[in-house]
């Protein structure tokens, strides 16, 4: 870390290369598909190059790389107004960072396809949470929002997530009950 801050490309290329699975994780979960996980990556690594020397150690390298990749992902998909899309076939196995999302392709389909839909600001902190692994508190700092904050959105994230794929609609008149007609 600090070679490559100081310009030691060969310590930067080594860590990039030791993160890359971690930053592509980040990219796919929060992207919604593989075109703009790619790009986003590619420009979340180029974000990391330009800005390793505002890295101060207070935290982990990790949680600052984090950080950085998920502001640029989001800042890439913003600038061209791309919203995430559930993707029919998964091109590319997801890398399991931490916690495996689902046993099944066809569930892992379903989870990505409902967080698709979720608005960004519950998207986020609930990937960073159940599919990274991200504390609170990480996930308030990487955000720049109080852990409250975190905690709101989360468990209204989790809350449309259920509805989203246990297949109930928005209107609660038209949710189905579980019983039989």
């Not at 949680?63 to 989001?74: D, E, F, I, K, S």
């Not at 689902?102 to 989870?111: C, E, F, K, T």
């Not at 599919?131 to 929002?145: F, K, R, T």
């Not at 509805?163 to 007609?181: A, F, I, K, V």
């Amino acid at each position: 870390m600090k070679r490559a801050q100081k310009g030691d490309q060969g310590a930067f290329d080594a860590l990039l290369r030791q993160h890359y699975n971690q930053i592509y994780a980040i990219c796919r979960r929060l992207a919604g598909n593989e075109a703009d996980a790619l790009d986003a990556t590619q420009e979340a690594l180029i974000t990391l190059v330009r800005r390793i020397d505002r890295f101060d150690g207070r935290s982990r390298f990790t949680t600052w790389m984090h950080r950085v990749v998920t502001n640029a992902c989001l800042d890439e998909l913003r600038r061209r107004g791309r919203r995430p899309v559930p993707s029919a076939v998964e091109e590319q196995p997801l890398v399991a960072v931490e916690r495996p999302v689902a046993d099944s392709v066809g569930d892992r389909l379903d989870i990505e396809a409902a967080l698709a839909q979720l608005p960004e600001a519950f998207r986020v902190p609930v990937v960073l949470c159940d599919q990274m692994g991200h504390s609170y508190e990480e996930i308030a700092e990487q955000m720049d929002i109080a852990p409250g904050t975190v905690r709101s959105r989360i468990s209204r994230g989790r809350r449309r997530l259920a509805e989203l794929l246990s297949g109930n609609p928005d209107d609660p008149g038209q949710r189905h009950t579980g019983e039989r007609p």
